[in-house]
């Protein structure tokens, strides 16, 4: 008994700890330092300090092995195989809603998934924050007068897109200078940001996201099958 009584309470303990270790993943924020100077650096910190994930746009990729021949796959049961007939596809619950509900229906179910996709988007830049912003561009030509105009183009493109990212996202600290450089024959750019994420929220939203995605899905499904249930029982 005292040797089942230790297991238990090991195994408790083991279950504790683990729990606790998710937890502390979920609300403790991921720091990621993203860079560019000719190429695309990205590295993801757990904890402020422990690195989990590095990228590198110039890095070699490595040569992914030929895989073998895969074997044939098992023919499937009977019972199995009428299940699968019986699910209906993204084209036919369509087909459906065209038929039960005429345009209006289709559009409807896809004003629901933008407002799902557009609700989900605003909760996941809840939990992002942008804490350091540093963008240089110093944009030339071989010509001055296409320099010129480079460079109207480029402000008339980027500060904009920086205004709407601000009120998507919590920007603390913001750096971006743009220059027209009439001795280069060509543009160059760079970045630095640091940018906190909060994997509770993420993956809350995610969460929210696929729950509102099943029950409308589901409701368009019913729909269908009853249209294809009525177009069958008239032939």
């Not at 743009?178 to 909060?198: C, K, L, N, Y």
Request: glycine content about 6%; some cysteine; proline content about 4%.
């Amino acid at each position: 008994m005292a040797v089942l009584a230790a297991i238990g309470y090991g195994l408790l303990g083991l279950l504790l700890f683990i729990l606790f270790v998710l937890l502390l993943v979920l609300f403790t924020p991921l720091r990621a330092r993203v860079r560019y100077i000719r190429s695309w650096q990205i590295t993801v910190y757990l904890f402020g300090f422990l690195p989990i994930y590095r990228f590198r746009s110039d890095a070699p990729k490595k040569e992914k092995s030929e895989p073998e021949s895969a074997a044939e796959e098992p023919e499937k049961p009977k019972d199995e195989a009428q299940k699968s007939k019986k699910k209906l596809s993204l084209r036919e619950e369509l087909q459906g809603l065209y038929e039960k509900d005429g345009v209006s229906g289709v559009i409807d179910f896809f004003k629901k998934l933008a407002a799902l996709a557009a609700k989900t988007l605003k909760r996941v830049c809840r939990f992002i924050t942008i804490r350091r912003l540093e963008l240089g561009i110093r944009v030339g030509s071989e010509e001055a007068d296409q320099t010129a105009i480079n460079y109207g183009r480029v402000c008339a493109a980027l500060f904009p897109s920086i205004a709407l990212l601000s009120e998507l996202l919590r920007i603390r600290k913001k750096q971006v200078l743009v220059q027209p450089d009439f001795t280069a024959g060509s543009s160059e750019a760079r970045m630095h940001m640091i940018v906190w994420i909060w994997p509770f929220g993420v993956v809350w939203a995610g969460l929210c996201m696929l729950i509102g995605f099943v029950a409308t899905r589901t409701v368009a499904s019913q729909k269908a099958r009853s249209a294809v249930s009525k177009r069958q029982s008239k032939t």
